[in-house]
Antibody, heavy 122, light 107 residues
Framework: QVHLVESGGGVVQPGKSLKLSCEGSGFTFSNYGIHWVRQAPGKGLEWVAM????????FYADSVKGRFTISRDNSKNTVNLQMNSLTAEDTAKYYC???????????????WGQGTLVTVSS | EIVLTQSPGTLSLSPGERVTLSCRAS???????LAWYQQKPGQAPRLLISATSMRATGIPARFSGGGSGTDFTLTISSLEPEDFAVYSC?????????FGQGTKVEI
């Protein structure tokens, strides 16, 4: 069964850093593009970043560009999101999601993790 | 950037009713790059529709998607109790991917 599991969330002070991880199982992880999507409390979904199946291409939302870095380690079936210079506006549940088609970077998301909560507060 | 605007924000309906949700794009997105997701409280989004009108695996036939260009719809032909949730449209044709703000369907 295809699964994505996020980890690494927690409470962090403004200006600090946090690293999220997304581990995949039940499929050939190295064949799929992975995205991060976040949802602030009571708000809609916001796309954050994406990485190609081999890690060679990465794109970011303007709201996180220059502060967040997405990376992957296919030997560990993991995609990471390094988040620096966090602000209260980054408070959200962060989901990772898999693109439906193998090898493609963009597409609809057929599999989502359950999310990990990031709270930025002093 | 493609901005997606969903309307209405909230709908109050009863089981058995037919409902059509709207998703309007700021620029034409083509027929292949629009998806719909359902999200219940405390849960991750679930794919309902891809490429404007393709139902995802396991999605009941009462859900249907349509539209083209800048105007898209999600129709639920007869609401079941489990359909009360938030529905979001998504553009996935390129970076940045974008989501609508969601429509809540409540009892």
């Amino acid at each position: 069964q295809v699964h994505l599991v996020e980890s690494g969330g927690g409470v962090v002070q403004p200006g600090k850093s946090l690293k999220l991880s997304c581990e995949g199982s039940g499929f050939t992880f190295s064949n799929y593009g992975i995205h991060w999507v976040r949802q602030a409390p009571g708000k809609g979904l916001e796309w954050v970043a994406m990485i190609s199946y081999d890690g060679s291409n990465k794109f970011y939302a303007d709201s996180v560009k220059g502060r967040f870095t997405i990376s992957r380690d296919n030997s560990k079936n993991t995609v990471n999101l390094q988040m620096n210079s966090l602000t209260a506006e980054d408070t959200a549940k962060y989901y990772c999601a898999r693109v439906y088609f193998e090898w493609l970077m963009v597409g609809w998301f057929d599999t989502w993790g359950q999310g990990t909560l990031v709270t930025v507060s002093s | 950037e493609i901005v997606l605007t969903q309307s209405p924000g909230t709908l109050s309906l009863s089981p058995g009713e037919r409902v059509t949700l709207s998703c309007r794009a700021s620029h034409s997105v083509g027929n292949s790059y629009l998806a719909w997701y359902q999200q219940k409280p405390g849960q991750a989004p679930r794919l309902l529709i891809s490429a404007t009108s393709m139902r995802a695996t396991g999605i009941p036939a009462r859900f249907s998607g349509g539209g083209s260009g800048t105007d898209f719809t999600l129709t639920i032909s007869s609401l079941e109790p489990e359909d009360f949730a938030v529905y979001s449209c998504q553009y996935y044709g390129g970076s940045p991917l974008t989501f609508g703000q969601g429509t809540k369907v409540e009892i």
